[in-house]
């Protein structure tokens, strides 16, 4: 934590190096995520669009941007969409580093933007990864992890299965992370209500029946970390509802959630490989925050940790399992992104092999990762893991299972075993 009470982000580490060498950057993300303070670490000027009054100041004044000392960040920049056109062009006359922080929580309504590739360079945050909420000392890195040196793995920590089951309803939002169990719900309720009462009519829809969307949330919200069909999730309606949204309704809610950076999708994984060439290609479903989901589904910490429980029947445990594997999905985005890699998925047309996360770089190195809310491993829960390492030996360049236990290891089989507190960027 810095001297002003800022805590630094994984982002940071990113922006350290590459602000310096680009004269504009954008940060996108969902609302409350902390883009506003990151940016303000590095700026001399602030713009805040949210204000009405800036934002007429800004749409009244086109050289204004090009007056303001820099760097200057200008925030909820979607409010203003010229703004960035207006960036690209000063940029086009002046490349010099460090002018321009752009951060947004949606995507501009009805404006086409040039690209402002080269010129905007642009960085996704995402809400608190487990490394950046401090459970523990992380010991384990991604970047060594997709590394040919076969990284040692090592470490300890005191973090239990309960502690993962309440940071999933703690969430990744800052600022209720500080609040109590009932407060936090109440603004995680207040948030899902803005997204539906407004946020939905500031991208240009009206919502006429607030109960189809919020039915469709949940549908969402009961499909974590599956790959089941969005004609499934728009079935899935509150008590009461007769019919659920038509297709073209769906695919409006589907849109509109992403440009708010409300979905975070796992796409399937396609490699270049003839071997691997009958794979499926439905994404796998999650929202920004795991609490989102959870509170959608009135799940607390009480209840989802009941569902550990032995005598717990399977559905249960499994739903537990999908919010377990919820979190491990938050973290490892923003671990990939920090590497210049992506998250994706895998599972053969056949369903007989299916990997729960590949982290890669393009079709070059690639990590194969297994979800296990467990602590023990066995060889039952690394098969899949070793096919995949014999199907590609050459492309994949580690295998790890991601668990709740307290020690990290490697196995004889070469399988790293990382407690999800220990692994960071």
Known sequence: MTMNG??????????????????????DGARAIGKTSTGRQRAKTILDLDLPEMRELISADPKYLSRVDTPVLIDEWQHVPEVWDRVRRLVDSDSTGE????????????????????????????????????????TVRVRDLLSADTPDIHGSSDVELRDYVREITASGFPQPRQMTDRARSVWLDDYIERVISHDFTEQGHRIRQPKLLRGWLRGYAS???????????????????????????????????????LLDQVDAWSPNQKILSRTALAPKHFLADPALSAR??????AKLMSAAAPA??????ARLGAFFEALVALSLQ?????NDAKVSHFRDHDGRHEIDF????????????????????????????LWLKKSLPDHIVDLVVINTGTHAYRRQDGVAVIPLALLTA
């Open 358 to 385: 590949i982290i890669h770089r393009g079709d070059a190195e690639a990590v194969g990762i297994e979800v296990k809310l467990k602590s023990a491993i066995t060889d039952r829960d690394v098969r899949h893991l």
């Open 334 to 338: 923003t671990y990939a992104a920090a």
């Open 223 to 261: 499909a974590t970390a599956s790959a089941t069909t969005f004609a499934k999730i728009g079935a899935s309606l509150d008590p009461g509802e007769p019919t659920g949204p038509t297709k073209k309704t769906s695919i409006t809610y589907r849109n509109v959630l992403s440009s708010l950076y």
């Open 6 to 27: 800022y805590q630094r982000r994984i982002i940071d580490e990113t922006l350290d190096e590459l602000f310096p060498s680009f004269a504009a950057i954008s940060i």
């Open 312 to 317: 717990t029947n399977t559905g249960d445990r």
């Open 99 to 138: 002018r321009f922080i752009l951060a947004g929580s949606a995507a501009p309504v009805g404006t086409h933007l040039h690209s402002g590739a080269g010129r905007i360079i642009r960085f996704r945050m995402r809400p608190l990864s487990i490394a950046e909420r401090s459970l523990a000392t992380p």
């Open 296 to 301: 959608l589904l009135g799940l607390n910490e």
